[in-house]
């Protein structure tokens, strides 16, 4: 079974503050905090992992200064650590959780050379063979070409890789308005807004933004909506995925955890039901706690079947 490949060039270690509540401008005594090893593609990577049956490599660059919480991590859930060291620390990024929300302060990141990116293509390149699974997720770095997304998408799709595309701004613009753009994009509402360049306040405006990626050549775009569920459209489908909210110990990767649970449903041969479904129930499985973990495969499989999927338009009942 050929291993999914995550790719994380902005890799982060998340320092999560429990706050009863936040209110800006005065001070705050926090009840807990706790940090994870993360970053988009990590947290994927861990979910998957936690998952099991699926080969995983996370590929990437780590700060060498403070790799060590990087390399416990993929030693413990048995991840194939192909990330590159460089000179310096993995940003620190802060997340404020207070009332079941999540205030995220992410920072820039290493200032990364061309030689260290160039080194991390060829290493992602190597890694990739016909029917590969490659996630490219997350910011990019200060110093790194905003098309390198675009650049790598059509690479990889030309060695035969499937390219999964979560991350964006510029570097996501740029990869869809490449010849190649990737297989699947999961962008969140704001996201979805930032590329459309328009507000979507409704489930009409979402789908119509979603449905005009499809027009670009992606084959699937999955737009979570936070405690609203999420929205996955194809060429022959558009079905809305959801669990009743729930209150989150923190949303930070609840997205990643989507992206993992897209793609475990990918490796099992799913349709567009079963990989909303599994999806669906990665994000609310790790919503539990902060960090991207998840819990034994049961609890996963009973939200996976609890999943309220509506579909809209051609296929609806
Ligand atoms: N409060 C919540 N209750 C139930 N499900 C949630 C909640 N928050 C997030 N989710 C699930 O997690 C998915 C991803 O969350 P979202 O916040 O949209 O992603 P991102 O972290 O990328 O912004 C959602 O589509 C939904 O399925
Ligand atoms: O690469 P970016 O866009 O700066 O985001 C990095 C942050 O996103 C996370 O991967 C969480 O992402 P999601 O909440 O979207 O799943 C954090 O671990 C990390 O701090």
Redesign the pocket.
């Known amino acids: 079974m050929s291993p999914v490949i995550t790719l994380t060039l902005n890799p982060a270690i998340d320092e999560t503050i429990l706050l009863d509540r936040l209110s800006p401008g005065t001070v705050h005594r926090a009840r807990s905090v706790a940090f994870h090893a993360g970053g988009k593609g990590v947290n994927v990577a861990s979910c998957l992992a936690d998952w099991g049956g699926i080969p995983v490599i996370a590929a990437g660059l780590l700060g060498r200064a403070n790799e060590a919480p990087f390399a416990r991590l993929f030693a413990l859930k048995a991840i194939r650590d192909e990330c590159l060291r460089v000179p310096g620390e993995t940003r620190t990024n802060v997340k404020l959780a207070h009332a079941?929300e999540t205030t995220d302060i992410n920072l820039p990141g290493l200032e990364v050379t061309a030689e260290s990116v160039r080194a991390v293509r060829e290493r992602l390149l190597g890694l990739a063979a016909p029917g590969s699974v490659v996630l490219l997720a997350g910011s990019l770095p200060a110093g790194v070409d905003e098309g390198l997304y675009a650049e790598l998408t059509a690479s990889l799709a030309a060695r035969g890789a499937r390219v999964l595309l979560?991350s964006s701004g510029p570097p996501l613009a740029r990869a869809l308005a490449g010849g190649t753009p990737p297989w699947c994009i999961?962008p969140?509402?704001?996201?979805l807004e930032a590329l459309a360049g328009r507000r979507l306040p409704d489930a009409v405006t979402v789908r119509d933004a979603a449905r005009g990626l499809l027009g670009r050549g992606v084959a699937l775009v999955a737009v979570?909506?936070?405690?609203?569920?999420?929205l996955f459209v194809t060429g022959e489908d558009c079905l809305h995925?959801?669990?009743?909210?729930?209150?989150?110990a923190s949303?930070?990767?609840?997205?990643?955890?989507?992206v993992a649970g897209i793609i475990a449903g990918i490796h099992a041969g799913e349709g567009i039901e079963g990989i909303a479904r599994l999806?669906?129930a990665f994000?609310?499985a790790?919503?539990r706690a902060p960090g991207a973990n998840l819990p034994e495969r049961a609890v996963v499989e009973a939200l996976a079947g609890a999943v309220i999927i509506q579909y809209e338009g051609v296929n609806a009942a």
Not at 188 to 191: G, K, P, V
Not at 224 to 230: N, Q, V
Not at 241 to 248: H, I, N, V
């Open positions: 079941g979560d999961k969140n509402r704001a996201e979570s909506l936070g405690a609203e569920g999420a995925a959801a669990l009743p909210p729930m209150r989150a949303t930070v990767g609840a997205g990643d955890a989507m999806g669906t994000a609310a790790k919503l």
